[in-house]
């Protein structure tokens, strides 16, 4: 079965420092690989699609690449407002579903 | 435009009750999934609608169970509830042609 796994499980960080949430996929053809962010009891917000190998998209502090089985999400000089959980998740072209993976929780000390 | 917006955002409930969770899609969308989210299970998908036919399910028992309204609003309920079945129950609707959902705030269940 299509899996997600993100890596690290958690991360701390601190004010300013820069690092990347990586995620695996394991689905063929990939119909779209998604970045969510998640603050504790609250739904997911959508940040990016990205839809195929050597694609970028970027907001604000946050940029996203697709390599054919990896994802990145890269965080630069990061503030405290950015801590929350990030959630991975593809769809692939044989199904309708979005598959997630258990996310990575980023804590960003002032 | 508004977002996707759920009903109740809080319920408790007891052992052997059910429970009906409503959901609003952002207009326009013609499609809704469901999702239970869990500290230990993470995000886990249990069925998709689109215009209002089951299109997908997870792996989830019969006691869950969804419709879906010809306005592409949806409801998911759940009979015989159980302690495992308090979770965070998020909705969250798609664009016909878009790949990307968008999710509620949720409903958070609690099972006494």
């Known amino acids: 079965e299509d899996q997600v796994t993100q890596s690290p499980e958690a991360l701390r960080l601190q004010e300013g420092e820069s690092s990347s949430l990586n995620c695996s996929y394991t689905?063929?053809?990939?119909?779209?690989l998604f970045w969510y962010r998640q603050d504790p009891g609250k739904g997911p917000e959508f940040l990016f699609t990205?839809?195929?190998a050597g694609e970028e998209k970027e907001k604000e502090r946050l940029k996203a690449t697709l390599t054919k089985k990896e994802s990145f999400l890269h965080i630069t000089a990061p503030k405290p407002e950015d801590s929350a959980t990030y959630l991975c998740a593809e769809k692939g072209s044989s199904a309708s579903k979005i598959i997630f993976g258990s996310g990575t929780r980023l804590s960003i000390r002032p | 435009k508004a977002g996707v917006t759920q009903t109740p955002r809080y319920l408790i409930k007891t052992r052997g009750q059910q429970v009906t969770l409503s959901c609003s899609p952002i207009s326009g969308h013609r499609s809704v999934s469901w999702y239970q989210q869990t500290p230990g299970q993470g995000l886990q998908f249990l069925f998709e609608?689109?215009?209002?036919?089951?299109?997908n399910k997870g792996n989830f028992p019969g006691r869950f169970s969804g419709r879906q309204f010809s306005n592409s609003r949806s409801e998911m309920n759940v009979s015989t509830l159980e302690l495992g079945d308090s979770a965070l129950y998020l909705c969250?609707?798609?664009?016909?042609?878009?790949?990307?959902?968008?999710f509620g705030q949720g409903t958070r269940l609690t099972v006494v």
């Open positions: 609608y689109f215009s209002e036919t089951q299109r």
């Open positions: 689905v063929s053809g990939l119909r779209g």
């Open positions: 969250a609707s798609t664009g016909v042609g878009d790949t990307e959902a968008f």
């Open positions: 990205l839809y195929s």
